[in-house]
């Protein structure tokens, strides 16, 4: 698979389910970020998780990361038709001067 | 809450032309970034900018691009002589001593 491939590609989920998208990387990462497009839009930033790190929370988000096995997977819980976007993962080579790789993008859909 | 912003929002030109995008990034960020998206493909890194000098850049960033910091509060993208293939979302983003870094909302270069 290439670098930064986030599973699914597409995911359409009734309101208040909750939404479970994927990353996977192939080098070795500082730190895994996730960010949020709006069509048309741009990026904006959800979380970040460093290398060290396994779990982290941002109220509705929760990250996890397994750098054993190069992945990682972003949970919303309570999905709200305004989480309707496409959501990217990644990977950051460094704090300050950050040259970010980007994954392919989950497209999610809440169905109100 | 401080943006970046960036103008315009939607360009045309015809190939050959030369173009300049603008984005003015957060005031108080250290450094800045180009990144391009083309339609349905990911975003890609094209060249970050530091302490007036670029400090990274990937190999699309070829000799057709250039970026400058002319004032002290502008950013600018300029493409010599434009190629079909450039046509893509080319966002602007800004970050301080650490992460996350902050997009523009984008500009839409079509090339024709």
């Known amino acids: 698979s290439q670098q930064g491939e986030e599973d699914p590609q597409a995911l359409s989920i009734q309101e208040g389910e909750n939404a479970t998208m994927n990353c996977s990387y192939k080098?070795?990462?500082?730190?895994l970020q996730w960010y949020r497009q709006n069509s048309g839009r741009g990026l904006v930033h959800l979380i970040l998780?460093?290398?060290?790190?396994r779990e982290k929370h941002s109220g509705r988000l929760r990250v996890t990361l397994d750098t054993s096995k190069k992945s990682s997977s972003l949970l919303i819980t309570a999905s709200r038709a305004a989480d309707t976007a496409s959501y990217f993962c990644?990977?950051?080579?460094?704090?300050?001067?950050?040259?970010?790789?980007f994954g392919t993008g989950t497209r999610l859909t809440i169905i109100p | 809450e401080p943006e970046v912003t960036q103008t315009p929002s939607h360009q045309v030109t015809q190939m050959g032309q030369e173009v300049i995008l603008r984005c003015v990034p957060i005031?108080?960020?250290?450094?800045f970034y180009w990144y391009r998206q083309i339609l349905g493909q990911k975003v890609e890194f094209l060249v970050s900018?530091?302490?007036?000098?670029?400090?990274?850049k990937s190999e699309i960033f070829d000799d057709q691009f250039s970026v400058e910091r002319p004032d002290g509060s502008n950013f600018t993208l300029k493409i010599r002589s434009t190629k079909l293939e450039d046509s893509a979302m080319y966002f602007c983003?800004?970050?301080?001593?650490?992460?996350?870094?902050?997009f523009g909302n984008g500009t839409r270069l079509t090339v024709t």
């Open positions: 080098t070795s990462i500082n730190n």
């Open positions: 983003a800004s970050s301080g001593t650490a992460v996350p870094l902050h």
């Open positions: 005031s108080n960020h250290l450094y």
């Open positions: 900018f530091y302490n007036n000098e670029i400090s990274e």
């Open positions: 990644a990977q950051g080579s460094n704090f300050g001067n950050e040259k970010l790789t």
């Open positions: 998780i460093r290398s060290n790190e």
